[in-house]
């Protein structure tokens, strides 16, 4: 593998900075909300979203037959870590999990009918996997999906679904088949946020980030909505979650937070000494420097190994996801140590250290660990898939 950039790598990324400096907008970028900056929805977001469309990075991956450029995921790969860097949106659900399962497994109504419109940024989704009795364990779920003349009609809940309050879509799996083994018998549907039988409720993270409870009342989902063959919807799940475990979790962020704890070290004077001298805070600064350049080339195997597969690398996003959402943490932990007693207050407090930053980051790396699949999860994945590990180790 060769890990330095080519020509033609380093003028997208050129050309990126250029339209992220032209383009600036604080009410679109904010990297005070870490990787939740994409969730939002506001006139300026939406037309931002639309730019990028125009120059056709929402497509870089996608076949030309349906709109894309068949390009390589490492621009993709670079496109995100560039929008993240600056708290912009990045390329989204629409594009990865959404877009590249109706692509894989879509029926031709369903690829005419959205492919393009998420192109072109003119459709939002949300995801509906975790219920009550299902969290990192999708295969778990309830959500009872009956087989009524031409469709289903959908009765449950679902938790923690990110989006909901403004999204067009909602992509949703159930459980079509409740005689079947666990991961057998879900099958996966697109149901109109609009439907008169669902409600939102709000759900507010640690980080003060909303999320949402919906609830499924009699929805009826005609049988052209449901996504790929019947009873494979958690295969479906499963190889989405991947792209998502990677392309959720940008590595600049936190690339971004080392370099803020870097900046306050070395200008920081306390009782006299400065902290760049103390040898316990250089040896914590070093061991997050040095952790950071591995998460960067876990990254950087996971999109390698993409390029050379037809499936997604699997093991590798869960090291990446597990690793990179882990030292998240711990650079959340370690500015809150070094910054002292002032990381405590919040963001937006006058004379904050940092602006308060450091509350901010500490709330919101908890829910990386979480989301797309807690750290536990990972675990399990690498310890089966990887070492063979039984499932009861």
């Known amino acids: ?26 009410k679109v970028m904010d990297v005070t909300r870490e990787n939740m900056a994409q969730v939002c929805d506001t006139p ?7 730019k990028l469309a125009k120059k056709g990075w929402l497509g870089i991956t996608w076949p030309r037959e349906v709109g894309g450029q068949d390009g390589e995921g490492f621009y993709e790969y670079l496109l995100n870590e560039k929008l993240s860097s600056v ?28 492919l393009p419109q998420i192109l072109a940024a003119k459709i939002e989704f949300a995801v509906g996997y975790s219920e009550p009795s299902a969290g ?63 409600t939102i409720q709000p759900m507010y993270t640690m980080g003060n980030e909303r999320t949402n409870a919906v609830f499924f009342d009699n929805v009826f989902v005609h049988d052209d909505y449901r996504v790929g063959e019947l009873g494979k919807g958690f295969q479906y799940i499963a190889e989405a979650l991947d792209i998502e475990r990677f392309t959720m979790f940008t590595f600049s962020p936190i690339r971004g937070r080392v370099e803020l704890l870097c900046n306050f070290v070395r200008d920081t004077v306390r009782d006299g000494k400065r902290l760049r001298d103390d040898p316990v805070i250089r040896q914590r600064i070093a061991q997050l420097v040095t952790e950071c350049e591995v ?30 959402t882990e030292l998240s943490r711990r650079v959340a932990d ?4 070094i910054v002292g007693p002032g990381a405590q207050l919040a963001l937006g407090t006058e004379d904050a250290p940092l602006k308060g930053r450091p509350e901010s980051c500490y709330t919101y790396t908890v829910i990386d660990t979480i ?23």
């Open 1 to 26: 593998m060769d890990f330095e950039f080519s020509d033609k790598e380093r003028a997208f990324l050129r050309e990126v900075d250029e339209f992220l400096t032209a383009n600036h907008d604080p």
């Open 44 to 50: 300026e977001r939406r037309a931002f979203m639309g």
């Open 87 to 114: 708290g912009a949106p990045q390329i989204g659900k629409g594009i990865g999990i959404i877009g590249k399962t109706l692509i894989r497994v879509g029926s031709e109504k369903l690829k005419k009918e959205f």
């Open 136 to 198: 990192s364990d999708a295969a778990a779920m309830r959500l009872k999906a009956e087989r009524k003349g031409d469709g289903w009609v959908l009765n449950g809940q679902k938790i923690f679904t990110t989006s909901a309050h403004f999204a067009d879509w909602y992509w949703v799996g159930a459980r079509t088949n409740p005689e079947a083994p666990k991961h057998h018998g879900i099958s996966l549907f697109l149901v109109r946020m609009d439907d008169p039988g669902l």
């Open 295 to 324: 998460a960067r080339l876990l990254g950087v195997r996971f999109v390698d190994a993409a390029l050379y597969s037809t499936k997604t690398p699997t093991i590798e996003a869960s090291e990446y996801k597990l690793y990179a």
């Open 334 to 337: 370690a500015t809150m140590d």
């Open 371 to 393: 989301g797309g699949g807690s750290s536990e999860v990972q675990k399990n994945i690498i310890a089966k898939r990887k070492f063979d590990l039984p499932k009861n180790f």
